[in-house]
C-alpha cells in the first residue's frame, strides 16, 4: 500500500483479526529509539543537520539488503504532506500527536507498505522504530523491529556507550531504547469502578497508563495503553517477558469484571450495548467521542458473544474512520463539525450495513 492509499484507506494490519487474547487487547506496539553518533539530538539540530539525518535514513532504508529481509520501507518527508494527512497518520497510531506539531521541517515518516513498520525520523529522537501488531504480540513485534533496527545500524551509526547502552535523548529512555506498550479494551474494569486500583498497582510495577494516542493523551472508547517505564539496566527480552505476563493478567481480570457484569446486570447490560449498536445502525448525526463510546459497546458485545457477525477489525476500523482529519480526507474538503457528524454517521451506517463497505 502506498502513502496515497495509506491516507484514505482507514484499515491498517495492526487491526486484523486472529490476533492472541483479541476480545481485550487491540494491539501491540514495540517502539525502539536510536540517534545517530555524528549529531547532536533533534532539537539541537540546525535545519541543515535535519535534512542530512533524513537523507542518511533515506539511504539507509533503501539498501538492497534491508528490501529484501523486511520488505519495502518508503520514505516520505511531513513538509509534502497536508496538516489533514499528517493527521490521519496520528489517527491511525502511526506517528506520535507530538511529531507533527510545529514546524515539520526536517522530518520524515518511514512506512512499510502493509503500515507495520513505521519510522519517525527527528520526532525526540533521530530514529523511533515502530512495530504494530493486531493482538498480544509483543515478542513478534520486538523481534521484528529488531530486525530492522539491525539493518540500518549497517548504514548508520547510533549514539552508543558500553556503560549505558543507546544514547538517546529522555534518560528515561537510555539503555535499550525500548517501550513496548499493548493498546487494551477495558470497559468491565471501568464500569465496575476496579480500574483506578488496577493502574495504581501497574505504576508500583513500573508501568504506565496512557490514553488512546499515548503520552498526553485521554483515554477514549475504553482503550488504554500500558507501557514498561524503565529501559536502562533491563534486557530486551526481560522487558517483554514481564509486560506480557503482566497484560495477560490484566486481560484475566478485564475478563472477570466483564462476567461479574452480565451477571449482576445484565439487563442493563444487555440495553447498553444493544442500545449503542442501534445508534450506530440508525443515527444520522454523531459526534466523534459519542461514536467512539458507542463502539467500545459494540465491541464489548461482539466479545461477549452478544452480537454476532462484526468482525474486531472491522470496529477499530470505524474508529479510525470516525475521527476529524480521516472524514476531512475522505471528503476531499475542509468540513465543519455538523458536517462531519453527518458524515461520520453515513459512514457508519454503510459500512454496519449487511454487505457494506
Not at 539530538?41 to 535534512?51: D, G, I, K, T, V
Not at 499493548?182 to 483506578?196: C, D, E, N, Q
Not at 474538503?333 to 449487511?354: C, G, Q
Request: net charge negative; hydrophobic share 40%; glycine share 8%.
Amino acid at each position: 500500500m502506498a502513502l496515497k492509499d495509506t491516507l484514505k484507506n482507514p484499515y491498517s494490519n495492526w487491526m486484523k483479526d486472529g490476533g492472541a487474547e483479541a476480545d481485550v487487547v487491540v494491539s501491540s506496539r514495540v517502539r525502539l529509539a536510536r540517534d545517530l553518533a555524528a549529531y547532536p539530538f533533534p532539537h539541537r539540530l540546525s535545519p541543515e543537520q535535519a535534512e542530512e539525518v533524513v537523507h542518511a535514513v533515506g539511504l539507509a532504508v533503501q539498501q538492497s539488503k534491508t528490501a529484501a529481509a523486511v520488505g519495502p520501507l518508503e520514505l516520505t518527508r511531513l513538509a509534502e504532506l497536508t496538516p489533514v494527512e499528517r493527521q490521519v497518520l496520528v489517527e491511525k497510531h502511526l506517528v506520535s500527536p507530538d511529531f507533527i506539531k510545529g514546524d515539520v521541517t526536517g522530518k520524515a515518516v518511514v512506512l512499510r507498505a502493509d503500515e507495520v513498520v513505521s519510522i519517525m525520523v527527528n520526532e525526540e529522537d533521530h530514529l523511533r522504530i515502530q512495530c504494530l501488531m493486531p493482538g498480544l504480540a509483543l515478542r513478534e513485534g520486538w523481534e521484528l523491529a529488531s530486525r530492522v533496527d539491525d539493518l540500518l545500524e549497517e548504514t548508520l551509526e547510533y549514539a552508543c556507550s558500553e556503560e549505558f547502552g543507546y544514547l538517546v535523548t529522555c534518560p528515561t529512555n537510555v539503555g535499550t531504547g525500548l517501550r513496548a506498550s499493548v493498546m487494551l479494551h477495558l470497559p468491565g474494569l471501568v464500569a465496575t469502578r476496579m480500574l483506578g486500583e488496577v493502574i495504581s498497582g501497574l505504576g508500583k510495577l513500573g508501568l504506565t497508563v496512557r490514553g488512546l494516542y499515548g503520552e498526553g493523551t485521554k483515554a477514549t472508547g475504553d482503550l488504554f495503553q500500558v507501557s514498561n517505564q524503565i529501559t536502562l539496566g533491563r534486557q530486551e527480552e526481560e522487558i517483554i517477558h514481564d509486560l506480557t505476563a503482566l497484560v495477560r493478567r490484566l486481560v484475566s481480570q478485564e475478563r472477570e469484571a466483564r462476567k461479574r457484569l452480565y451477571r449482576e446486570q445484565p439487563e442493563a447490560l444487555e440495553d447498553r450495548i444493544f442500545r449503542s449498536y442501534g445508534i450506530l445502525q440508525n443515527a444520522r448525526v454523531i459526534e466523534s467521542e459519542e461514536a467512539l463510546r458507542r463502539l467500545s459497546d459494540l465491541r464489548l458485545g461482539v466479545a461477549l458473544q452478544m452480537i454476532k457477525g462484526i468482525p474486531f477489525s472491522l470496529i477499530a476500523e470505524l474508529m479510525v474512520l470516525s475521527q476529524p482529519a480521516f472524514l476531512i480526507k475522505a471528503a476531499g474538503r475542509n468540513l465543519a463539525p455538523a458536517e462531519r457528524d453527518v458524515l461520520r454517521a453515513r459512514l457508519i451506517r454503510e459500512r454496519l450495513s449487511p454487505g457494506g463497505k
